[in-house]
């Protein structure tokens, strides 16, 4: 079984994707990281009042439903691509467009309960994806989006945009 991760050096994924791994540890075990931040992230939306729920800090900006339904999507399509990758595929792993699926994903309707238990349960099953992979498929290129990455890359993507979100919540939508 596999205990961890290494972080992915640079040249192994998108330059942009430093902006979301700036909110890592120096240090961590990835697989400890995307359950405990998927536990602080459940704690948060779970306490939510129903205001602030709904609250958008701007005109067009997403509700908290809808940033833990976009994390969803990114996470099942980090995780389709990493699988990809790391099966051999060398076709192009598309990109997608987050405001589109954001737009019909419905999210403002869903009960947040449901999303939690919806999120943890994805979280396992991607943690077990990438506990499945060699440590050689976990380091294989192939091409997402138009970007060189690799499937370890896009687990620690998972984990650091979530944080990155979260973050985002904290500052711009839970009253101080």
Known sequence: MKKNIEKPKQGTYPVYFEKYYSHLPE???LFDLM?????DT???I?????DTIEFRYAEGKWSIPEIVQHLMDSERVFAYRA?????GDKSENPGYDENAFAASAGAAQRNIHDMARE???????TIELFKSFSDEALQQMGNANGYTVTPAALAYAIVAHEMHHMKVID??????
């Open 119 to 125: 999120f943890s349960l994805l979280r396992a099953s």
């Open 27 to 29: 240090q961590a075990n």
């Open 35 to 39: 359950v405990q931040s998927n536990m």
């Open 83 to 87: 699988l990809r990758i790391a099966r």
């Open 46 to 50: 779970t306490s939510i009042d129903g």
């Open 171 to 176: 500052q711009l939508y839970l009253p101080k």
């Open 42 to 44: 459940i704690d948060v």
